[in-house]
Nanobody, 125 residues
Framework: VQLQASGGGLVQAGGSLRLSCAAS????????MGWFRQAPGKEREFVAG????????VYADFVKGRFTISRENARNTVYLQMNSLKLEDTAVYYC???????????????????WGQGTQVTVSS
């Protein structure tokens, strides 16, 4: 499975961005998908995840109510809609995939064998 993340950029605090993660070599409807981020000098952290069925999503507490993860099977793409962006959201955002992930593990970096290259999100004041 290959993942291509895109959609990052520079945005003012309070603004919005939508990240995309296009998959090839696998179909997103058969994959558990997640978004992670990594700021300079910090560890990679979980942001949001969506199960293979698409019926369940999970979010880190710091993005609840602001970010939404979704999936478009026809485009084999997963999205992360980010609203009300804050300075502390600045990071490189990565999408990840797993064929066999279970819901309780979706927040774990080690549960995902497939990773995209990352897209930079910079929030300015």
């Amino acid at each position: 499975v290959q993942l291509q993340a895109s959609g990052g950029g520079l945005v003012q605090a309070g603004g919005s961005l939508r990240l995309s993660c296009a998959a090839s070599g696998g179909t997103v409807s058969t994959l558990g998908m997640g978004w992670f981020r990594q700021a300079p000098g910090k560890e990679r952290e979980f942001v949001a995840g969506i199960t293979r069925s698409g019926g369940s999503t999970v979010y880190a507490d710091f993005v609840k109510g602001r970010f939404t993860i979704s999936r478009e099977n026809a485009r084999n793409t997963v999205y992360l809609q980010m609203n009300s962006l804050k300075l502390e959201d600045t990071a490189v955002y990565y999408c990840a995939a797993s064929r066999g992930i279970i819901y309780s593990s979706m927040g774990s970096v080690t549960a995902y064998p497939y990773w995209g290259q990352g897209t930079q999100v910079t929030v300015s004041s």
